[in-house]
């Protein structure tokens, strides 16, 4: 039962994982398309003691090519814009999000949740089995006469 446990743990670790963790390695490297992010929308979510801001706008290629609008940017908060302003951006594939020049270290948690997935599976198909004698217990038929020594 507990290798069942160990098992689906693992497996829903890396379902959540792996289809994260080509676009966080992306978004770390900056590998995407390069272009300017204007802020146009500070959206901010009050918790107990604490505020979390984001930026929302839009991205244009360098080249012009790819124009989204409605991206949040990573990383933003109340004090890293103001409505206008124009940062250097990346778009690394993601459907509502672009990055600004320091990137991401999305791929922290998700590398750790591989790890933890890697060492769960290794810890449940490593550990010794129970190996149970189907005869234990049950008295060993005596041998043939003629089998006998002596």
Do not use: K
């Amino acid at each position: 039962m507990l290798i069942a446990v160990l098992v689906a743990v693992a497996l829903y670790l890396l379902y959540l994982a792996l289809p994260n963790l080509g676009p966080a390695l992306r978004a770390a490297r900056l590998d995407g398309t390069a272009g300017t992010f204007t802020a146009q929308r500070l959206q901010c979510v009050r918790h107990p003691g604490h505020e979390s801001c984001s930026w929302q706008g839009t991205f244009v290629s360098d080249d012009g090519a790819v124009r989204r609008e409605g991206v949040w940017l990573h990383g933003s908060d109340r004090s890293s814009h103001q409505a206008g302003q124009r940062t250097r951006a990346y778009d690394t594939g993601r459907e509502s999000r672009v990055y600004g020049p320091g990137g991401s270290r999305e791929w922290v948690p998700i590398a750790l949740m591989v790890a933890v997935s890697g060492a769960l599976l290794a810890f449940a198909f490593s550990r010794p089995r129970e190996r149970r004698d189907p005869g234990a217990g049950e008295p060993v038929p005596p041998l043939p006469r003629d089998s006998r020594p002596g």
